[in-house]
């Protein structure tokens, strides 16, 4: 029995797109590795929605047999729009991943996040074979924590115990961020809430060190992962 609703038909993505011309040349790319049979791990942003439009194209007019693992709820909707069957790491593992980033630096290091996903969005890392992180130029930096915090997934009650760990490794700033279509602080993927915080210096050890702390459930820092990155210039 099919639902009589028009909210996942009508969905739409959420903000402007920034260079639309450079990420769809990104996106074509990302749908042309695709191969029937494929477990695909998707991430999130807005390359990654335009990719999932391509993909889509090719399912429809090749009848290629594909399954996604999302990092989100906004991008198992646009899955489910789309007509990309869904799938979990209950049933399978995924054959490759793309996903995007806030931040990559020289080592291919990463911050993420901005979204709230970063615990799955690791977990799919993880779990993944391959993984192609997807930027613009704006994206590209000399240095981790140039423009952006790192976010911190912590669970609600060891609020303040994480914040002064964190202090113990250095952070700061930290904040509690806050949300932009609600009153409060925002909500994770997984309901817990998000800190951003900022370094003097990012070591090496910098992600293990702040997984270490109880309560924290995940960081948006990304050291030492194997990852291919595909650049949509603005040129």
């Not at 924590?145 to 609600?156: H, K, L, Q, R, S």
């Amino acid at each position: 029995m099919i639902w009589e609703s028009s909210l996942i038909k009508n969905l739409s993505w959420s903000s402007e797109i920034i260079n639309a011309s450079g990420k769809q040349k990104v996106a074509q790319q990302i749908a042309g590795m695709v191969k029937d049979g494929d477990v695909l791990g998707v991430g999130s942003g807005s390359t990654v929605y335009m990719a999932l439009l391509a993909i889509a194209e090719r399912i429809r007019t090749e009848k290629l047999n594909v399954l996604a693992i999302p990092t989100s709820l906004e991008i198992s909707m646009f899955c489910s729009k789309l007509g990309i069957p869904l799938t979990s790491l209950f049933e399978n593992k995924p054959d490759w991943l793309f996903d995007g980033a806030d931040e990559v630096d020289p080592n291919n290091s990463l911050i993420k996040g901005r979204g709230g996903a970063m615990f799955k969005e690791k977990l799919l890392i993880s779990s993944s074979p391959v993984n192609y992180i997807i930027v613009d130029d704006s994206k590209i930096v000399d240095k981790i924590g140039t423009n952006f915090p790192i976010p911190i997934e912590v669970f609600p009650q060891a609020l303040l115990h994480v914040e002064a760990e964190l202090k113990k490794l250095g952070a700061n700033s930290i904040v509690i961020r806050p949300a932009k279509g609600k009153d409060g602080p925002i909500i994770s993927e997984n309901n817990n809430l998000v800190l951003d915080c900022r370094f003097d210096e990012v070591l090496n050890s910098l992600e293990r060190d702040i997984k270490a702390i109880t309560g924290v459930i995940e960081s948006g820092l990304f050291i030492g992962y194997d990852l291919k990155i595909l650049v949509a210039s603005n040129s």
